[in-house]
């Protein structure tokens, strides 16, 4: 059974940076679209960002387009979302999730496997 542990996550100012890690175990992520979502206080959860099972492309939320970025190592079984210039409106709860299949949605009905999430603070 696939297990997703993320970590990376913390207090960062505004303009910072933080990256954070989508770790897999009982499966390879290798042939599956991995997602990061994120769920602010009082808020429903949203899809942030997504990259399909080759790595070759990336779908992004409008307001995070530019400024993050999803790369996987398959070797570890993880995939990393590195977050730039970060803004207080990026602040949540981050969650990575295994898609049911190779390619990306936004949409938490094609994931099929969560994280328990990691804490992301923007302030100053």
């Known amino acids: 059974q696939l297990q997703l542990v993320e970590s990376g996550g913390g207090l960062a100012q505004p303009g910072g940076s933080l990256r954070l890690s989508c770790a897999a175990s009982g499966r390879s992520l290798d042939h599956s679209a991995v997602g990061w979502f994120r769920q602010a206080a009082g808020k429903g959860r949203e899809g942030v960002s997504c990259?399909?099972?080759?790595?070759?492309?990336?779908y992004d939320l409008d307001s995070v387009r530019g400024r993050f970025t999803l790369a996987r190592d398959n070797a570890k079984n993880t995939v990393y979302l590195q977050m730039n210039s970060l803004k207080p409106e990026d602040t949540g709860t981050y969650y990575c999730?295994?898609?049911?299949?190779?390619?990306?949605?936004?949409?938490?009905?094609?994931?099929?496997?969560w994280g328990q999430g990691t804490q992301v603070t923007v302030s100053s």
């Open positions: 999730a295994s898609g049911r299949g190779g390619y990306c949605s936004l949409l938490e009905v094609d994931f099929n496997a």
């Open positions: 990259i399909t099972s080759s790595g070759e492309e990336q």
